[in-house]
């Protein structure tokens, strides 16, 4: 669910700047945006996947102690 909160947020943010962008071609600049936007896209992936992780490591946790109180 959080994934794809934070994946529309991102795209949302890519297409607000993408809209915003002057009548002027900048390379330079043009170039500079999209890595900040692969940037920003990156992170927000690592960010998924370190909670993905977690959640996994809690069920983890959960699995072991109810095989432990089975015993």
Same mark, same amino acid.
Do not use: H, R
């Given at each position: 669910m959080s994934k794809s909160i934070s994946l529309s947020l991102v795209l949302a943010a890519s297409l607000g700047l993408a809209a915003?962008? %002057? %009548? @002027?071609? +900048? !390379? !330079? $600049?043009?170039? $500079?945006?999209?890595?900040?936007m692969e940037n920003a896209t990156n992170a927000a992936e690592n960010a998924m996947n370190a909670a993905e992780n977690a !959640?996994? $490591? @809690?069920?983890? @946790? !959960?699995? @072991?102690? +109810? $095989?432990?109180?089975?015993?």
């Open positions: 915003c962008s %002057g %009548g @002027a071609e +900048n !390379t !330079t $600049a043009n170039n $500079a945006m999209e890595n900040t !959640t996994n $490591a @809690a069920a983890n @946790a !959960t699995n @072991a102690a +109810n $095989a432990s109180n089975a015993m």
